[in-house]
């Protein structure tokens, strides 16, 4: 075991693992304001527009992340003769796919809230935009953060899928090294324990949460 490498190796894996961090971060923020709006028409009372919705939600759901990534990274050039960049590439696709999970986390979130608060707002003379954007939305996302918590997790180990087009993330940073190295078990090990360091202190974010903002 050459401690020594991993060392050595530590500040270009620790780079690849704020890449790993901005894409995770960038990916869940997109994902909820796009996922707000997808649950938001999934519930619609439009049959067309909540059938459209579904569809997009089983499509993302149904397919790989790793055949997502590719039709955005090399499809967009195709279909644009516009070249895009990896980092950017990947965010899109997480932001897309994240979006698909994230709406059905609100719309049961939404659906959690007693009817009764949307018809007493109604009663008082709320519109149905400032019901669901004073009273439902509020309380929708305060009882739903320990999932969005739990979707960030997914998107940090799933960010290693990048890796495959040449996003030097963790990963890839892994890679990188052991090629030039030879010496794969000490840097993946290194690279497991990078990832195991921020899913444990993501997972301890998300207990907290769960226990402060536990609906009894």
Do not use: C, H
Not at 39 to 56: C, D, H, I
Not at 64 to 85: C, Y
């Amino acid at each position: 075991m050459d401690f020594g490498l991993i060392r050595e190796s530590l500040p270009f894996l620790l780079q690849g693992a704020w890449v790993t961090l901005r894409i995770t971060a960038l990916s869940l923020v997109f994902g909820i304001l796009l996922g707000t709006l997808v649950a938001l028409a999934r519930m619609s009372p439009l049959r067309w527009l909540s059938g459209l919705t579904l569809g997009y939600i089983e499509l993302l759901r149904g397919t790989p992340l790793l055949v997502q990534i590719f039709l955005i990274f090399f499809g967009i050039p195709q279909l644009t003769q516009q070249q895009i960049n990896e980092f950017a590439a990947g965010v899109i696709a997480f932001s897309i796919n994240s979006s698909a999970y994230v709406a059905e986390i609100l719309r049961a979130g939404i659906q959690s809230i007693p009817k009764g608060q949307r018809e007493a707002a109604l009663s008082l003379g709320f519109s149905p935009t400032q019901t669901l954007r004073y009273i439902i939305l509020p309380q929708a996302f305060t009882r739903v953060i320990p999932p969005l918590v739990n979707e960030g997790i997914t998107l940090l180990k799933n960010s290693s899928l990048l890796s495959a087009i040449a996003v030097v993330e963790l990963t890839r940073a892994g890679q990188l090294i052991s090629a030039r190295t030879f010496k794969p078990f000490e840097m993946y090990l290194a690279v497991s324990l990078i990832y195991l360091t921020m899913t444990l202190v993501l997972s301890f974010v998300a207990r907290r949460l769960e226990r402060r903002w536990q609906v009894r």
